[in-house]
């Protein structure tokens, strides 16, 4: 089984490529999904992270309050990385229990999206990896529209993550994503064809 890693900023238009794949019958493991189920209530991430974070990072149904969660993190490098230490080992034994039931079912080709691919050193782990991109102004005007977010806050959570000219020194493929969604799928297909010999097939 071919495991394609897929990553990029925040912003970035990662989720919608996701989202096209999907669409083409392709297997796309969210590492994010895989977050939300490692810290649900009851589960041993989410007592550490209450541990380490106090109860006012829940919601009054006593589910985690992620916004408010990450609006600490991403203001203190140090919570930030025991947040990290609590929830990226849960999350990469989840990853590998998902590829050894995918591959188990008999699938050829899935992808792995992961916001940070290549600082945790994921990359090393799959096949090939494709990295979206875009100029920094269009992934700002993009958070102030999709997350209400400043100017200056939204480049400060760019600044915390690895910069485009990084990530690129190791990704296989590279997609900009500035342009339009029929631009995006374009150079998907191109990409993909490269990468699996075939060409992505939408439904009719």
């Known amino acids: 089984m071919k495991v394609i890693g897929l990553t990029g900023s925040i912003a970035s238009g990662k989720s919608t490529v996701a ?3 999907k669409n083409a019958k392709i297997y796309v493991i969210d590492a994010d999904e895989l977050a939300r189920r490692v810290q649900a209530p009851g589960m041993p991430a989410f007592f550490e ?8 990072v829940l919601k ?4 985690l309050d992620r ?14 990385s025991d947040l990290e230490n609590i929830v990226h080992p849960k999350i990469e ?8 039931r995918l591959e188990k079912e008999g699938h050829e080709v899935v992808v792995y999206m992961a916001p940070l ?21 269009v992934l700002i005007e993009r958070m102030a529209k999709r997350d209400g977010f400043s100017q200056e806050e939204a480049k400060r959570r760019l600044a915390l993550q ?7 020194a190791y990704a296989d493929e590279i997609i900009e994503n500035s342009g339009t969604i029929d631009e995006l799928f374009n150079q ?11 060409l992505l097939v939408l439904p009719s």
């Not at 009054?60 to 589910?63: A, F, Q």
């Open 67 to 80: 916004a408010k969660l990450a609006n600490i993190v991403f203001n203190d490098s140090s919570a930030l």
């Open 49 to 56: 992270m209450v541990g380490r974070f106090g109860v006012d």
């Open 188 to 198: 998907l297909q191109i990409v993909w064809k490269r990468l699996c010999n075939v």
């Open 19 to 21: 989202t096209m794949l």
């Open 162 to 168: 690895m910069s485009n000219e990084e990530k690129m």
């Open 93 to 100: 034994q989840l990853r590998l229990e998902e590829m050894a």
């Open 60 to 63: 009054p149904d006593g589910s």
């Open 117 to 137: 691919l290549f600082e945790k050193q994921l990359h090393k782990k799959l096949d090939k990896t494709i990295l979206i991109v875009a100029k920094e102004e």
